[in-house]
């Protein structure tokens, strides 16, 4: 079946650290990716699509400055999460899938800016 | 604004039981409906369903659409303790890939 690849799983940095988070599929190409956050206890909340070898489309109320995303290549989309602070502790997921196909996610990064 | 409810958005129950899990859904351009079960990490696919009145089923689980009434269950028979999860519904608009989901329903089994 469909595999994504999330990369870190956990990060632990001081605040004003930028953090990059890695997503990829792996055994399909994914013309687009999506970003994910889940506050806990919380369901999934769209943050961003990632459209490869285009600008990402950004959800109502997130940063493009904040959270820059680039997605290079079919295989391959990054969440950059600039100047991190405490509030942007949250758990990152991405998820990726074929048109018509159900959309698979990585395992997510726990992000945690002391 | 595409919304998506489940409920309950808790459910304990003892190991054996059978459970239902409901999600109802308003949105502009629906394509298709999803269940998925998130344990600690990323969601796991259960179902996709597209057509009303085909249920789906995947051992002790099945589900099925009514897209008139904007509806979907999830449910499970002979509950194990290895089902407790976020059972998390979200749902596909038609000319965006991108799906709405629900709060998720919590759900513990008790041996």
């Known amino acids: 079946g469909a595999v994504v690849s999330q990369h870190p799983s956990r990060v632990i940095c001081k605040s004003g650290t930028s953090v990059k988070i890695e997503c990829r599929s792996l055994d399909f190409q994914a013309t687009t990716m999506f970003w994910y956050r889940q506050f806990p206890k919380q369901s999934l909340m769209l943050m961003a699509t990632?459209?490869?070898?285009?600008?990402?489309?950004?959800e109502q109320g997130v940063e493009k400055d904040k959270f820059l995303i680039n997605h290079a290549s079919l295989t391959l989309s990054t969440l950059t999460v600039t100047s991190a602070h405490p509030e942007d502790s949250s758990f990152y997921i991405c998820?990726?899938?074929?048109?018509?196909?159900?959309?698979?996610f990585g395992d997510g990064t726990r992000l945690s800016i002391l | 604004e595409d919304k998506v409810v489940q409920s309950p958005l808790s459910l304990v129950v003892h190991e054996g039981d059978t459970v239902t899990l409901n999600c109802s859904y308003e949105v502009t351009n629906f394509r298709s409906l999803l269940w998925y079960k998130q344990e600690k990490k990323a969601p796991t696919f259960l179902f996709m369903l597209t057509s009303s009145g085909i249920e789906k089923k995947s051992g002790r689980l099945s589900s099925i659409l009514d897209k008139k009434e904007l509806f979907s269950i999830l449910n499970i028979t002979a509950t194990q303790t290895g089902d407790s999860a976020v059972y998390l519904c979200a749902v596909g608009i038609q000319g965006a890939q991108k799906l709405v989901f629900g709060q998720g329903t919590r759900l513990t089994i008790n041996p």
């Open positions: 990632s459209n490869e070898g285009s600008k990402a489309t950004y």
């Open positions: 998820s990726a899938g074929r048109h018509g196909q159900p959309q698979h």
